[in-house]
């Protein structure tokens, strides 16, 4: 008995071992792809930005006139109008290494800038559509929420109050439209928004 308890304990032993060898080989692996990566991305020269899909906020087609006494409604409008005049760019996903490679290291801050504008952007106009929503007007909200949408917004909330509101309507179509765009994200908020779509709308899918 205790030697069946020694060679399964040994044979464990063997087996934690061989993993662990295993895991830290793995680990150095990716770490060596990385700093090659790096290293290469440093090399490369600045490219044309011109390619990049820049975001145009449609501030005339937005409810400006709406709560606009309100302090924190104002606060958005005033933030959106100031980003109306900045590049704005939907860059989730994208590590600081990929830009470089893509587009240079010499843009690497300039395309961070254009990132943090947009992370500014989807945040504010989901902001203002909560108050909208809150105050009974989510009619208007559904088209902050639905051009935050258009521009491949990861907010889950955007997605899931925009499906709340299309199920109130009956427009049972455009939760699947939302659930198709979300599959397309490069976010890890992917798998999240599409399993809550489908969990909470089964019989749309």
């Known amino acids: 008995m205790n030697l069946a308890f020694l060679a399964s304990f040994i044979a464990l032993f063997l087996i934690i071992s061989i ?8 680990h150095k692996q990716q770490e060596d792809e990385f700093w090659a990566r790096e290293r290469k991305a440093n090399s490369v020269r600045r490219k044309s930005l011109d390619g ?9 087609s937005f409810p400006t006139h709406l709560l606009n006494e309100n302090a924190d409604v104002l606060e958005c ?21 990929d830009l470089k490679l893509e587009y240079g290291t010499a843009n690497i801050n300039v395309l961070t800038e254009y990132d ?10 989901q902001k203002w559509a909560d108050i909208l929503t809150e ?3 989510a009619k208007e909200a559904v088209g902050l929420m639905e051009f935050a949408v258009s521009t ?8 899931y109050l925009l499906a709340e509101y299309y199920a109130s309507q009956g427009r049972y179509r ?10 397309t994200l490069r976010s890890s908020n992917r798998e999240i928004i599409v399993k809550h779509l489908q969990e909470s709308y ?4």
């Open 19 to 26: 993993n662990i060898k295993r895991q830290a080989k793995n």
């Open 77 to 97: 409008i005033n933030i959106l109008e100031s980003l109306t005049s900045q590049k704005i760019v939907n860059l989730t996903g994208f590590s600081n290494t």
């Open 152 to 159: 491949g917004t990861d907010i889950s909330r955007t997605y």
């Open 202 to 205: 089964p019989d749309v899918f």
């Open 116 to 125: 943090q504008n947009y992370t500014v952007l989807v945040r504010t106009l």
């Open 174 to 183: 455009e939760i699947d439209r939302l659930r198709e765009v979300a599959k």
């Open 52 to 60: 990049l899909q820049y975001i145009q906020i449609p501030l005339e």
């Open 135 to 137: 105050t009974g007007y």
